[in-house]
């Protein structure tokens, strides 16, 4: 079983980097072999609406013009088996890093060949709300949409503030657990093309 994680704060130490982690000790604990990307640490740059009609090859070809890290994602995302997926909460809306990278993402699912090509990946995605916590509800509507468009099953939406850290710890590393165990009869069967 690989888990894939895609951690889309700044900060590793953070809460949101503590969430993530959480989550990635469960589904190790279950025993999947799990890959952590921290998207600081790439390069993804934000879409730059190609062609006279805003779409570039990504439409027609399901790959980008823009030389950066989004190539080596994408072929990680296709090679999972389930994705953690967290963000902080900036402005009640996912981080800048979360929107470039979801909206490229959505953008190369629109193409024909790729189209919703992570169909039915069992995905845990985390929102984390430091300061008063406010913002959560929204973020986790805009993870949602994100992501249901290329084709993620969201399995389970968890929103944290500094205020429910404690016992949200405790629940992501067991929805990490059950991520990364066997598929459950009430998860749709993962299709991939090539797999």
């Known amino acids: 079983m690989k888990v894939l994680a895609i951690d889309c704060s700044a900060r590793r130490d953070g809460l949101t980097g ?10 190790k604990a279950a025993g999947a072999d799990v890959e952590c990307l921290h998207l600081a640490d790439l390069k993804i740059d934000h879409c730059r ?38 963000t ?15 909206d490229r993402v959505r953008r190369l699912s629109c193409c024909p060949a790729k189209q919703k090509f992570l169909r039915n990946l069992p995905t845990l995605a985390i929102a984390a709300a430091g300061g008063t916590g406010g913002g959560m509800a929204p973020c986790l509507q805009s993870i949602e949409k994100s992501l249901s468009v290329p084709g993620c099953f969201l399995v389970d939406l968890v929103g944290v503030a500094r205020r429910n850290a404690a016992y949200k710890c405790e629940t992501l590393r067991l929805a990490g657990q059950a991520l990364a165990s066997e598929a459950h009869e009430s998860w749709p069967d993962r299709e991939v093309a090539g797999r």
């Not at 902080?88 to 979801?102: H, I, N, Q, R």
Request: aromatic residues 6%; negative net charge; contains cysteine.
């Open 18 to 27: 503590r969430m993530t982690q959480a989550a990635c000790d469960g589904a």
């Open 88 to 102: 902080p909460v900036y402005f009640g809306d996912l981080s800048e890093s979360a929107k470039a990278l979801t």
């Open 49 to 86: 609406m190609c062609g006279p009609d805003g779409w570039g090859q990504c439409r027609h070809k399901g790959t980008c013009v823009i030389d950066d890290d989004l190539a080596t994602v994408v072929a990680k995302l296709e090679g999972a088996d389930r994705l953690i997926f967290s």
